[in-house]
């Protein structure tokens, strides 16, 4: 296996969400499973940050979760959001590592694509310019389109996380060619001077790909490894997903530089 140390240029970062143990726990009622302990374990597991979306509608993580993160696990936290002055509030109360500000509708069952970062402008730049001034890093979950990623910058925004979905969805040339977008997107992210980051719908099969676009510095990842720990365990679901982003990084390296 080729190990990356966190330390190495080429390390890709690996933020875990655990906003699916939150599902589950809210389907009954209770306390059990609680999100907090995921995200202690996935802290040992090796992950490198929490991510956790806080929706209007509380449908599973909940104001006292984000709360408990904040103060008892030693990770940076990734608070999603949507682009609303509650939220904002929020954020700006508990002052999380980051805030990614997500598209969100109440009859959606998940994120359904990037956020509008063009045509909201308006809407997004006190915001942007709020959390920034909080010491927040202000990320934006959009599609890989260089028009999103030119709003970005004339938003303030320094991070981007470009949506995988339509990637994770596809089969054959199809899933070639949103992979090429990703790829085309990322590079352009970087020449914007744009920290890109990629998630939504990434599995064991489908991370590797991703994971060799070298202009990228962070997955976030969450449905999947927590559906696949059901079967495996989350500590062991965690570290073959680290393992395979590891392998494709140092692969991918080593072919630049043969």
Do not use: W
Request: net charge negative.
């Amino acid at each position: 296996m080729n190990r990356l140390l966190p330390t190495s240029p080429r390390y890709l970062r690996l933020g875990v969400n655990i906003d699916h143990v939150a599902t589950i726990r809210n389907a009954r009622g209770g306390d059990h499973p609680d999100p907090v302990r995921a995200a202690l374990a996935a802290a040992k597991a090796g992950a490198d940050g929490i991510t956790a979306h806080l929706r209007e509608d509380r449908r599973h993580i909940s104001d006292r979760d984000i709360e408990r993160l904040r103060q008892e696990v030693d990770l940076p936290l990734n608070l999603e959001m949507a682009a609303a002055d509650e939220m904002l509030e929020i954020a700006l109360r508990h002052l999380p590592h980051a805030a990614c500000i997500v598209p969100e509708k109440r009859e959606e069952l998940t994120t359904e694509g990037g956020l509008d970062a063009r045509g909201l402008h308006n809407q997004l730049a006190p915001i942007v310019s709020r959390l920034r001034d909080a010491g927040i890093r202000v990320s934006l979950f959009i599609e890989a389109d260089p028009a999103q990623l030119d709003a970005a910058v004339a938003l303030g925004a320094p991070v981007v996380e470009l949506h995988t979905g339509a990637y994770c969805d596809a089969t054959g040339a199809r899933q070639q060619h949103e992979l090429a977008r990703i790829r085309e997107a990322a590079a352009y992210a970087a020449q914007l001077g744009l920290e890109c980051h990629a998630g939504h719908g990434l599995g064991f099969d489908t991370v590797a790909p991703v994971a060799e676009i070298e202009n990228i510095v962070e997955l976030n990842i969450g449905h999947f490894l927590i559906g696949e720990a059901i079967f495996g365990g989350l500590d062991s679901t965690i570290k073959r997903m680290r393992a395979l982003m590891d392998n494709a990084r140092a692969e991918a390296a080593g072919d630049r530089s043969a």
